[in-house]
Nanobody, 125 residues
Framework: HVQLVESGGGAVQAGGSLRLSCAGT????????IAWIRQAPGKEREAVAR????????YYSDNVKGRFTISQEILKDTTYLQMNSLKPEDSAMYFC???????????????????WGQGTQVTVS
């Protein structure tokens, strides 16, 4: 049974940093990647970063490239999103679902992802 639980969100001033964590179990048995996807009120979901289950391939959206870093500790079964130089437009609920078919051409398509948790709220003022 796959379960992914997000944490680490909070309120921060513009220019600040946060590190989000995604604790998961078993997703690598059936899925080949995990992503951080955010959704702000009234807006569509946006995939901001994706990492392969073996940590070898990472993708970032243009909105966060150079500011956010996705990583994971396989032994801890945890995926992270280090967010630096935060902007008010980064405010959103952040989720870390998994996918089995996301590659360089489609990783940003949020409908590919399953096992959505409750998310963790990030507010930048």
């Amino acid at each position: 049974h796959v379960q992914l639980v997000e944490s680490g969100g909070g309120a921060v001033q513009a220019g600040g940093s946060l590190r989000l964590s995604c604790a998961g179990t078993a997703y690598r048995r059936s899925h080949n990647c995990i992503a951080w996807i955010r959704q702000a009120p009234g807006k569509e979901r946006e995939a901001v970063a994706r990492i392969a289950s073996d940590s070898q391939v990472k993708y970032y959206s243009d909105n966060v490239k150079g500011r956010f870093t996705i990583s994971q500790e396989i032994l801890k079964d945890t995926t992270y999103l280090q967010m630096n130089s935060l902007k008010p437009e980064d405010s959103a609920m952040y989720f870390c679902p998994a996918a089995s078919g996301a590659n360089s051409d489609n990783w940003f398509k949020t409908y590919l992802y399953t096992f959505w948790g409750q998310g963790t709220q990030v507010t930048v003022s």
